[in-house]
């Protein structure tokens, strides 16, 4: 009955791999691309890895990634890994897990290595092994079947079938080869395949047979079987790689060198590539009948690869055994020392008029030769080889500007170098270019040259000149050389060179290179942002229109209009309109889309300088030179890839410091004040570094708030009631992913603020009334009968009622009093910090905003410090957390000493905290803020325990630009960090940032 359903369940299949492959095709691995163009990185025990050998991955539908490793099984975030092992999960009961599954019902299932099979679903663990019928606890292969029947390869097991988690064994006894099964599959028909030990089984109608595949049938260990989306089964060892056509294997590409590898494992790719891990040949990939290799030598760790995914971003991820490897179809792609680059420190880069391609490095001259490069060292020795620009004449002679050597011309086989004896100003070349008239520019570091035949001219500062430390040279259609020195660009027309003027108020200092539109419109890259020249109207945009770094080191315009540049913070494009728009004073800013290591560079740090640093290729690429290597990047796809919003997920919540489990994504909390922290991440493997983040809480405050990346959301002192928090993801220029992750908050009132106690109250005050009507009846009634007798007595009565009303007027604006003074305690607690008493998180934010509104209004200064206490959990380990809150109340009144205004000095969150000080520039801040420090480092507490002392880490912004305060926020929360980075107990930055320069 079951197997009749095959049909129905594997159109079913195909219809849910149609979906994915829609949604995944997007961002897919480019097969076009060469392995070793794809960006490449790794991970392993020195950046979080518990072990280096990755068994198995797997993708959990939440947008988790899953490894099996040695030393447990580990969750991974983009931004950490979480390791569940034995002492964590009693359900684990080995660390070595060697097998992964999702299966349909979104279960993850870890076969390890000597603990059997343990099941996680929901948040809920479950544990199968030899007490629940398994004939051995150590698992080696996992595979979930059409019917939904979970099959487990044992070593000298057999192989386990779990249905409805009842245990079925098959062993050597019902026809297995060998009682070791390595891995299994699925072909189209419903067969099961078993590769052991001895050799490939089936399993089909309830039998297990070993079938004559012909001559290559192996009989010896079998590695992997998979089966690709066209049902093809492929099997795996140290034969090689086969495939069954029929009922016969065939070798695939069996004249590639495939037989003579060990494999491993098989994937395809959503491209329909099939990628090959061997067991110590590294990493291949077959597309189309092309095979590709890479291996150590391309920055594979290790050549054993043992596990591949593809996740749902497109990315490669591959488990070696030294290892962990992501592959991503980034923006850019690197060549460098794996195509036999001499050298990954890149200044110059050229394309001659045959299309050659050519690298100048600090360590010769290389040229670009079937994907790999081949070497000339000008200087024919350990030194003269340091290339700093490239440049071809009319006659196809390529000359060389080095750093230490002069001037070099290359015909192809032969170097000759002119130097100061011919007549050139310096040894140091930068700049060369062959004009139309026939003469060579050269500009070096102690001045220009103009050779013309056998005549050699110097031009200096003597010639109008502005410096004589020549960065770049241009020679625009009108004839007219342009000259970019250390301090500005000169103009040479008509024999006399003449200073460019910037409009007053404006300054320019290094110009590193020139770029000539098609209307005659003159670019340049400075360290000041971005020149132009158009007729006699001269402007300059810089970091304050835009997101662009103070300096850009090169510009090249794409066959769209756009312009890239780069610099030591990656590769920046901008659209050339919105630029113009700026500069003719009809937009006040322009977007410039950064590109960084996430988008594939090896490194963010271009280099400039030099001429030509950056080029367009004729096929539309633009090279740029970097720190690693030449960077790649085509524009016409640099923007296909839109990522879509990534998952979101809530990953721990801590009440009070202490960490709780989220049992169906609701908390409820007893009575009274808490600090509630709720960590999260986005699941974006491609590029985590970009992934936004907002959150609110609902029933509180509805407003979406921006959550700086890798911190919580902290929320202090809330009133009792339902809350909902929600926690929202987006790309850096994207929209917020619509599912958002949801958690519960239930707190629960104080007695006084249930219904019964204001029944209680109410019922007390009914009852005295009552009570006071009676008495007062019966004291009428009487003073009534004695009236006519006791005139006395009723005067005596009367005042005494006029006493009492006097007395409960009084007890009346007791009672007001108390009221007016609970109400303030109650805003003072909204406001502020239990703990220390300083103003709290939402107070501090909502002042900083009223304070940087005023200062960008009237154009005043602000600043903005985060401080964070060192190593504050090993004060909590060690002294214990009532030392630890000491310590914060101590540094409270510290900090109350640099800033005494309570709105303006704040427990941020944790041991972390912030101050604003409206008024004061950067220096000055920073001078208070190090006083800060000292005074926190002298700060005696041997009162609380005579080793005790305390250092903090301060983070400090005061950019009078920012548009936000939480830009503020951000820049301080980045330079807090960076002062942890480079050893805490410091303030950073050093100094103002801002400032630039070039190698």
């Not at 290389?366 to 003269?384: A, I, K, S, T």
């Not at 590109?595 to 560079?601: A, E, I, K, Q």
């Not at 700086?708 to 002192?717: C, D, E, I, K, S």
């Amino acid at each position: 009955m079951r197997r009749g359903n095959w049909p129905l369940l594997l159109a079913r299949a195909l219809v849910a791999w149609v979906i994915a492959l829609s949604t995944l095709s997007a961002f897919a691995l480019d097969p076009s691309r060469s392995l070793d163009e794809y960006a490449l990185e790794v991970w392993d025990t020195d950046t979080g890895l518990p072990h280096n050998q990755v068994h198995a991955i797997a993708q959990t539908p939440d947008g988790y990634l899953w490894f099996g490793t040695w030393e447990g099984l580990v969750r991974f975030n983009a931004r950490e890994f979480r390791l569940f092992d034995r002492s964590t999960v009693a359900e684990l009961a080995d660390n070595g897990v060697r097998a992964l599954l999702v299966d349909a019902k979104k279960r993850l299932w870890a076969g390890t290595s000597r603990g059997g099979l343990s099941r996680l679903d929901r948040g809920h663990w479950t544990h199968f092994d030899q007490q629940d019928g398994m004939i051995s606890d150590e698992v080696l292969a996992l595979r979930e079947d059409s019917l939904g029947r979970m099959w487990v390869g044992l070593e000298e097991g057999g192989v386990a079938m779990i249905e409805d988690d009842h245990v079925r064994n098959y062993t050597s006894a019902d026809g297995l080869m060998h009682n070791t099964v390595l891995c299994i599959a699925e072909t189209p028909d419903g067969s099961i395949w078993f590769g052991t030990s001895s050799g490939l089984n089936r399993y089909k109608d309830g039998r297990i047979t070993t079938p004559n595949l012909g001559n290559l049938t192996p009989n010896r260990q079998i590695l992997d079987l998979y089966v690709d989306r066209k049902g093809r089964l492929y099997v795996g060892g140290d034969f090689g790689l086969l495939m069954l056509e029929g009922d016969t294997l065939k070798p695939v590409l069996p004249d590639s060198g495939l037989s003579s590898q060990a494999i491993a494992v098989t994937y395809e790719d959503s491209q329909g590539a099939l990628w090959i891990g061997a067991v110590s040949g590294g990493l291949m990939r077959l597309y189309r009948g092309r095979l590709e290799h890479l291996s150590v030598e391309h920055g594979l760790p290790h050549n054993r690869v043992i596990a591949m995914l593809e996740d749902r971003e497109g990315s490669m991820w591959v488990g070696t055994g030294s290892g962990l490897v992501q592959l991503k179809d980034a923006a850019a792609s690197m060549l460098g020392l794996q195509r036999g680059l001499s050298d990954a420190y890149v200044r110059s880069v050229l394309q001659d008029r045959q299309g050659r391609m050519w690298v100048g490095t600090s360590n010769g001259l290389n040229q670009l030769m079937d994907y790999r490069f081949r070497h000339w060292y000008p200087g024919g020795g350990p030194v003269g080889n340091h290339v700093l620009s490239l440049a071809e004449d009319a006659t196809g002679t390529l000359w060389l500007g080095t750093y230490d050597s002069g001037l070099v011309a290359f015909d192809g086989q032969h170097f000759r170098r002119i130097g100061p004896d011919q007549g050139l100003a310096g040894t140091q070349v930068r700049s060369i270019l062959p004009a139309r008239d026939g003469s060579l520019w050269v500009g070096t570091t102690n001045g220009l040259n103009r050779f013309q035949g056998q005549q050699v001219e110097r031009f200096g500062r003597e010639h109008g000149l502005p410096r004589e430390y020549i960065f770049a040279l241009l020679e625009d259609r009108a004839g007219r050389i342009w000259v970019g020195t250390t301090a500005g660009a000169a103009v040479y027309e008509n024999r006399r060179f003449e200073a460019l003027e910037l409009p007053a108020g404006q300054q320019m200092r290094d110009v590193f290179h020139f770029l000539e539109t098609s209307d005659g419109t003159i670019y340049a890259a400075t360290s000041d942002g971005i020149l132009r020249v158009r007729g006699e109207q001269v402007r300059v945009a810089n970091s304050t229109q835009s997101d662009l770094p103070g300096a850009i080191f090169n510009l090249v315009e794409d066959a769209a209009g756009a312009l890239w540049m780069g610099s030591n913070r990656g590769i920046y494009r901008v659209n050339r309109d919105e630029l113009d728009g700026v500069l003719d004073g009809r937009l006040s800013r322009f977007t410039a889309t950064q590109f960084d290591r996430t988008d594939g560079l090896a490194n963010n740090q271009c280099n400039g300088g030099s001429q030509t640093s950056a080029i367009r290729a004729a096929d539309g690429k633009i090279w740029f030179a970097t720190a690693k290597g030449v960077a790649i990047i085509d524009p016409r796809q640099a923007n296909e890839k839109t990522m879509s919003a990534p998952p979101v997920v809530i990953e721990d919540v801590r009440i009070d410091g202490r960490a709780v489990a989220t049992p169906n994504d609701r908390i409820e909390l007893n009575s009274g004040r808490h600090k509630i922290e709720v960590f999260f991440a986005g699941l974006s493997f491609y590029s985590p570094n970009d992934v936004r983040y907002r959150y609110r809480l609902v029933g509180y405050d509805d407003a979406w708030l921006d959550a700086p990346r890798g911190r919580p959301a902290v929320f202090t002192n809330l009133p009792p009631g339902r809350f909902e928090f929600e926690v929202s993801a987006a790309q850096l220029h994207g929209d917020f992913n619509a599912e958002v992750a949801r958690l519960t908050l239930d707190i629960a009132p104080t007695f006084r603020q249930t219904p019964w106690f204001v029944l209680l109250v109410l019922a007390g005050v009914i009852a005295t009334i009552w009570l006071g009507v009676r008495a007062r009846t019966a004291q009428l009634h009487r003073r009534e009968r004695q009236l006519a007798a006791l005139v006395d007595e009723r005067t005596q009565a009367l005042a005494q009622r006029s006493e009492a009303l006097q007395t409960a007027d009084t007890e009346k604006a007791r009672l007001l009093e108390e009221l007016r003074l609970k109400s303030e305690a109650f805003e003072h607690q909204a406001k502020h910090d239990e703990l220390t008493g300083l103003a709290n998180r939402r107070y501090f934010d909502s002042q900083l905003a009223r304070d940087h509104a005023t200062a960008r209004l009237g154009d005043q200064p602000l600043a903005v410090a985060l401080v964070d206490v060192d190593h504050f959990k090993q004060i909590n380990d060690r002294f214990g957390h009532q030392i630890g809150d000491e310590v914060l109340r101590a540094l409270a009144g510290v900090l109350r000493q640099f800033q005494p205004i309570d709105e303006r000095v704040a427990r941020y969150g944790g041991e972390e905290f912030a101050l604003s000080f409206p008024d004061l520039s950067f220096d000055e801040a920073r001078a208070r803020v190090e006083r800060l420090r000292l005074a926190v480092a002298e700060l005696d507490l041997t009162n609380l325990s005579p080793r005790l002392t305390v250092t903090v880490s301060i983070g400090l912004s005061a950019d009078r630009k920012a548009k936000h305060h939480e830009r503020l926020l951000a820049d301080a929360d980045h330079y807090l960090y960076e002062a942890k980075r480079l050893g805490r107990n410091r303030v950073e930055p050093g100094h103002m940032p801002g400032s630039s320069g070039t190698a």
